[in-house]
């Protein structure tokens, strides 16, 4: 791979890491607040 | 008609590829169509839902269609890379990898399944995971490259979405989204072969054995005005049974009365050239529209009647 060709490879790899973070950030808050309101049918 | 698989290497693995091309993966405008149709389905149930449980069932109708388009995109690498429509598409293009592209898809599937059981309940999440393995093992792997029935049977994964938001307002089943399930599996067979009419070079490339390519462009025609007719008549049966109000009433006749106007034309038609195909473009783009004001309606009759 060319340097540029290994920066962009770099790059997509950190955007792809970033959106995975993200992803899993929502799925933790939408699992504790799907636990608030299921505990709050009981 | 039967084509040969060939398996396509893991080219870019999964290292190098963007993350829109995962986004791309699960068919986001296809997506779009089942999330609307299942969204009518919650909204025309009577009882109360959450918003939050709503929005989760949503969510997890999104990523299940998703998929299940994933896991289609797949499984149909090897037909992709051959029509023009679909060759620029991740998996084919090599920007993601066939394992990871598969990865990504069961790792979505299981999610979609999981989060509707959590959130809503067994007989939703059950619900999801039928319409993932119809249209992946029934649609995809079995019937599509077998047989030009492969839309009209296949076409009832695309049904699904409504009966699930359905079933996520009030845990069981009743006439009306049966009906709505009923009008999609009949609406997929003419808006499927009014687009293969068109694109059925592409088709045949591939070897997928549509009905254009196996009984012909006039056989097509008639079955799309047959299937256009049962389909204006179905679109008739909640108001029947008083399941619906005014407002669908006049939509779903209006826009019926049009769907059938632009299937005669595809009828009448007698062009074997794609570039002839004006009218059979007009009824697939029509018919987009069709489901979507009349799906409205519905959502808009529940809404108005509360």
């Known amino acids: 791979m060319t340097p540029e060709e290994t920066q962009a490879f770099y790059a997509r790899r950190a955007a792809r890491s970033r959106v995975i973070g993200i992803v899993l950030a929502a799925l933790a808050v939408l699992f504790f607040l799907l636990t608030v309101v299921r505990m709050g049918k009981h | 008609m039967q084509s040969v698989r060939i398996t396509l290497p893991d080219v870019a693995g999964g290292a190098a590829s963007d993350w829109r091309d995962y986004f791309q993966l699960l068919k986001p ?20 839902i959450h918003p939050l449980i709503a929005f989760v069932a949503i969510l997890a109708i999104a990523l299940g269609a998703g ?11 090897d037909l992709d890379i051959r029509m023009k429509r679909t060759a620029s598409r991740p998996v084919p293009a090599g920007r993601i990898g066939a394992k ?26 059950a619900l999801l995971l039928a319409s ?29 979405p409504p009966l699930i938001g359905w079933v996520a307002v ?7 989204p049966i009906l709505l399930f009923a009008i999609i599996f009949v609406w997929t067979p003419p808006h499927f072969w ?14 997928v054995p549509m009905l254009p390519l196996t009984h012909g462009n ?42 059938l106007w632009f299937a005669w034309g595809t009828y009448r038609n007698t062009a074997d050239e794609p570039k002839q195909m004006k009218p059979e473009k007009r009824l697939f783009g029509y018919s987009i529209l069709y489901l979507f004001f009349l799906f409205a309606g519905v959502a808009a009759d529940a809404v108005i009647a509360r």
Do not use: C
């Open chain 2, 132 to 160: 993932i393995l119809f249209y992946v093992l029934i649609y995809t792997v079995w019937l599509k490259r077998r047989t030009p029935q492969n839309i009209v049977i296949g076409g009832a994964a695309g049904a699904f």
């Open chain 2, 194 to 207: 009014a687009l293969a009419m068109f694109v059925q070079k592409d088709y045949a490339n591939a070897g």
């Open chain 2, 100 to 125: 990871s592209a598969f990865d990504f898809a069961m790792v979505t599937a299981v999610a979609s399944v999981f989060l509707m059981q959590v959130a809503v309940g067994l007989f939703a999440a």
């Open chain 2, 67 to 77: 998929a299940a388009g994933a896991l289609n995109q797949w499984w149909e690498a």
């Open chain 2, 218 to 259: 006039a056989e097509t025609r008639r079955q799309i005005w047959l299937y256009s007719l049962g389909l204006v008549a179905v679109t008739l049966a909640p108001i029947a049974i008083h399941a619906t109000g005014l407002l669908y009433a006049v939509l779903a006749v209006g826009l019926g009365a049009a769907f």
């Open chain 2, 170 to 176: 009030t845990g069981n089943l009743a006439p009306l």
């Open chain 2, 29 to 48: 405008r296809v997506v779009a169509l089942v999330v609307f149709t299942g969204a009518v389905g919650l909204i025309a149930a009577p009882g109360h």
